[in-house]
C-alpha cells in the first residue's frame, strides 16, 4: 500500500508532500508505518510513538483529515498523513503536546 | 553557567513526585525528559492499580476494603512472591507510606475504578485507576511546587568528578544541541527495559537508559536477572500486538478464563494444580513458555485462552465488575476497540496469547533514602531495584514510584540544601560530548536501528521467559561481540540534528546493548529457577542461592557480585 506524509516545517522549513510504498502486513496502526518508513526509506522523518495503547497521545496526527491517535488507528492504501495542528509542529508529524508548556526550563535563556 | 539544585530525570509518576517534593523545599529544580511531560513513561500504560493494604483502604482511604487484610499481611504476600529477595527495609517503607500518598490524591479527584483482587495478593488491595489522571494530577503539583520542565530533552549522562554528581548531559531534542547542566543532586527516574525485548508491553522510550548512566557514573544495580514477563498478552494482529487485554478479562480481574494447549488440555494443572490459572504472573509465563517450547503451542507461538465454558453473562457484566471507566461496555479499553475480539470470544473462539516483557524487578541499588553509591545520585520508581525482589506483585509498581518519588525528592532537598555547586569538570563533558556526537559526525557506519533489533533478537532468544546456562553463555558472547563491535560504528544516516530519530536511536542502543549484558551476567550466574528468573537446566530453588547480585562497571568492563539480602529471614 502507499501512504502519503505531509513534512517539513522545523523552523520555516518548506512543508512538501512524499509518497512512500509500504508492506501490507494486516491490521497495523499509522505508527507501525510511519516507523517502517523511517526505517526504510528516509531516516530524517521525525515522528513520536510511546504507549503504543492509546493512551499518552504523543502520537496523534491527521489522517485522512481526521485527528487519530497513530498508534491504535489502522493504516489504510492512500492515507494521507500530516501534523495536528502546524502550530505546534516541532518536526514533521511530531508536535509539542507537553502539560507543563508554562513552566518550560530553557538551556539557552540561561547558560 | 547556569545550574540548578535537582535535577529529575524522567516524567513519569516517580519523577514527578521527586520534582514537586524538591519543588516544596524551596530548591530549584528541573524535570528532563526524552519524552513529554504528563504523558510519556509507563505510567502513561497503567489502567490500573496501586496496592494499599485492605485495612488502610478501609479506615484510612474510606474504600471497601477488606479489614481482615493488614500491613504484615501485604508485607508477607510481597516478600512471598518476591522469593525474598526483597530488600526488606524498601518494601516496609512502600508499605507503611503508600496510604498517605495516595490519600490527597484521591482528594485531588483521582478516580478509583473499584478495589481489584490480583494474584499473589491473599486480599483485594489493587485501587483502581487511570495512569494518565494520575500523571495530570501529579504534573499540575509538580508545576504548583514551582518545578521547571524540559520535554524532549534526553539525558545520555550523568556527569561527575572525584566527590560525586556534578550534573547531566544530554541531547536537546527538539534543536538537536548537546547541552550539560550542572546541579548538586541528580534523581534518576528513567523506568525500566522492556523495550530490549521483542514482544513487550511498556512504551517504546523504556531502552534502560537509567542503567547505563548509573552504572559509568558508579553506581552499582542488583537483581538485574529478575525481568517480569506479564502473561497472557495478544499475539496478532500487529495493532494488537502486546497488549494485555486477555490478562484484564481474565486472571487479572478474578475471571476464570482458561489456559489451553494445542490439545485442548488446561496444561496449568502440571505447573500450579491448586491455583491454575490464577496463579503469580512468573508461573503462568513460565508454564505458557513450556508449553509452546515442548510443541504444544498455537500457530503464532503463544497459547489458547478461552472463556467458552462460561456462560455470556458473565463476560457481559464484567465491565460493571471491574470498574468503569477503564474497562468500558462498549469493549473500548485503553485506547483500543475490542469489541470486534469480544464478538469472537463469545462464538466460542479462543485467543492466542503470549507472555511479554513487561516490568524490571532489579535496577539501581538504592537504600532506604534512596541513595546510590555516588553521592548525590539518587533513583526512585521503576530503575530502583530490590523492592520487588523476584518477582513483583500487581499493583506494586505503583505503590513503589509514588512512595520511592516522595523519598527521593527529599532526600535530594536534604542533600542539596548542606552541599556546595559543584562544577562540571570539563574533561568529562568534552569526553561525554564527543561520545554523543560521534553517530552523527560518522560518515558511514552501522545503521543503529539494525542493531536495536539484534538486540532483541539476542535477549529473545537467550533471556526471555525460560532460560539455560549454555542459551545465556550464548546470549552473552553476542551481546559483548555487539558492543566492542556494531555499537561502536553507529551513524546517523540523517545529519539533520534536529528530532532525529537515527540519532536517539543510536543513544538507546547504546542503553539496551549494556542492559542486556548486565542481565544476561545477573542471570547466568544464578544457577538456580527462583521468581521470575526461570531455567530449565536448574528447575528448583535452592537455599545457597538465597542472596542478591550485584553489577558494577569497573574500567569499562562490568562485574557481578553476590551480596547477602539485606535484613529479611532466609528462605
Redesign the interface.
Request: aromatic share 6%.
Given at each position: 500500500m502507499r501512504i502519503t506524509l505531509v513534512r517539513g516545517g522545523?523552523?520555516g522549513a518548506e512543508v512538501r508532500q512524499d509518497e512512500y510504498e509500504i508492506p501490507d502486513?494486516?491490521?497495523?496502526?499509522i505508527s507501525?508505518a510511519l516507523q517502517y518508513v523511517?526505517?526504510n526509506y528516509?531516516?530524517?522523518?521525525?515522528?513520536y510513538?510511546?504507549?503504543?495503547?492509546?493512551?499518552?497521545?504523543?502520537c496523534v496526527v491527521r489522517a485522512n483529515g481526521k485527528i487519530e491517535?497513530a498508534?491504535?488507528t489502522?493504516v489504510t492504501d492512500g492515507m494521507v498523513i500530516e501534523p495536528v495542528k502546524a502550530t505546534l509542529r516541532?518536526?514533521?508529524t511530531?508536535v509539542?503536546?507537553?502539560?507543563?508548556r508554562?513552566?518550560?526550563?530553557?538551556?539557552?535563556a540561561?547558560? | 553557567m547556569t545550574n540548578v539544585d535537582v535535577i529529575v530525570v524522567g516524567s513519569g509518576a516517580a519523577g514527578l513526585v521527586a520534582a514537586e517534593e524538591a519543588a516544596k523545599h524551596g530548591l530549584n529544580v528541573v524535570l528532563l525528559t526524552k519524552g513529554q511531560v504528563g504523558r510519556s513513561g509507563a505510567t502513561a500504560t497503567i489502567t490500573g492499580d496501586i496496592s494499599v493494604d485492605g485495612k488502610t483502604i478501609r479506615n484510612y482511604l474510606g474504600l471497601r476494603g477488606n479489614e481482615g487484610d493488614s500491613d504484615r499481611d501485604f508485607y508477607d504476600d510481597t516478600m512471598t512472591g518476591g522469593a525474598y529477595l526483597n530488600q526488606s527495609a524498601l518494601v516496609q517503607s512502600m508499605i507503611s507510606h503508600v496510604g498517605e500518598e495516595l490519600k490527597p490524591l484521591l482528594e485531588a479527584g483521582l478516580k478509583v475504578a473499584g478495589i481489584g483482587h490480583a494474584p499473589g495478593h491473599r486480599f483485594p488491595r489493587g485501587v483502581l485507576i487511570s495512569g494518565m489522571q494520575l500523571l495530570q494530577i501529579l504534573t499540575r503539583r509538580a508545576v504548583a511546587a514551582g518545578a521547571r520542565f524540559r520535554d524532549e530533552f534526553y539525558v545520555t549522562d550523568v556527569l561527575r568528578n572525584a566527590d560525586g554528581v556534578t550534573g547531566i548531559a544530554g541531547i536537546d531534542l527538539r534543536t538537536g544541541e548537546a547541552h550539560s547542566l550542572a546541579a548538586k543532586t541528580v534523581i534518576l527516574a528513567t523506568g525500566g527495559s522492556a523495550m530490549i525485548h521483542p514482544f513487550r508491553t511498556a512504551p517504546e522510550e523504556l531502552v534502560g537508559d537509567g542503567y547505563r548512566m548509573a552504572l559509568r557514573a558508579g553506581a552499582e544495580l542488583i537483581d538485574m536477572e529478575m525481568v517480569q514477563f506479564l502473561p497472557c498478552c495478544l499475539v496478532n494482529p500487529p495493532l494488537w500486538r502486546g497488549i494485555q487485554f486477555p490478562w484484564i478479562i481474565g486472571p487479572q480481574s478474578s475471571t476464570r478464563a482458561w489456559l489451553l494447549n494445542r490439545y485442548g488440555e488446561r496444561f496449568m494443572a502440571r505447573y500450579d494444580p491448586e491455583r491454575m490459572e490464577m496463579s503469580t504472573r512468573d508461573k503462568i509465563s513460565i508454564a505458557c513458555v513450556r508449553e509452546v517450547q515442548e510443541g504444544r503451542g498455537g500457530p503464532g507461538g503463544g497459547v489458547f485462552m478461552s472463556w467458552a465454558h462460561l456462560p455470556h453473562d458473565i463476560l457481559e457484566f464484567l465491565p460493571k465488575w471491574y470498574g468503569k471507566p477503564l474497562l468500558r461496555e462498549t469493549w473500548h479499553w485503553e485506547g483500543f476497540d475490542f469489541r470486534p475480539l469480544i464478538e469472537r470470544i463469545k462464538q466460542g473462539y479462543a485467543v492466542e496469547v503470549a507472555p511479554a516483557s513487561h516490568f524490571n524487578m532489579g535496577g539501581v541499588r538504592i537504600d532506604a533514602e534512596c541513595g546510590t553509591a555516588v553521592p548525590g545520585l539518587l533513583a526512585c520508581g521503576e530503575i530502583a531495584g530490590g523492592v520487588h525482589g523476584a518477582n513483583r506483585l500487581s499493583g506494586n509498581a505503583c505503590s513503589q514510584f509514588l512512595v520511592q518519588g516522595r523519598i527521593a525528592g527529599r532526600s535530594a532537598a536534604q542533600f542539596a540544601s548542606s552541599a556546595p555547586m559543584p562544577e562540571i569538570d570539563a574533561a568529562d563533558w568534552k569526553e561525554k560530548l564527543a561520545e554523543v556526537e560521534a553517530p552523527l559526525l560518522a560518515s558511514d557506519g552501522v545503521q543503529p536501528h539494525t542493531l536495536a533489533s539484534q538486540i532483541q533478537d539476542i535477549a529473545n532468544r537467550t533471556l526471555n521467559v525460560v532460560r539455560n546456562g549454555s542459551n545465556m553463555a550464548q546470549g552473552l558472547r553476542e551481546i559483548r561481540a555487539l558492543r566492542a563491535g556494531e555499537v561502536t560504528r553507529m551513524f546517523s544516516a540523517s545529519k539533520d540534528r534536529r528530532y532525529n530519530r537515527n540519532w536517539i536511536d543510536a543513544q538507546e542502543v547504546q542503553s539496551a546493548a549494556l542492559t542486556v549484558e548486565a542481565i544476561a551476567m545477573s542471570a547466568v550466574i544464578r544457577e538456580e529457577s527462583r521468581g521470575a528468573h526461570y531455567r530449565d537446566d536448574f528447575r528448583e530453588q535452592k537455599p545457597e542461592f538465597h542472596h542478591n547480585t550485584v553489577v558494577s562497571l569497573k574500567d569499562g568492563t562490568l562485574q557481578t557480585r553476590r551480596v547477602a539480602v539485606a535484613g529479611n529471614e532466609t528462605k
Open positions: 522545523a523552523d502486513e494486516g491490521l497495523a496502526s507501525s523511517a526505517r528516509d531516516g530524517s522523518i521525525g515522528y510513538l510511546s504507549c503504543r495503547r492509546g493512551m499518552c497521545a504523543c491517535t498508534c491504535v489502522p516541532v518536526k514533521d511530531v509539542d503536546l507537553s502539560m507543563a508554562e513552566n518550560q526550563f530553557s538551556f539557552t540561561e547558560g | -
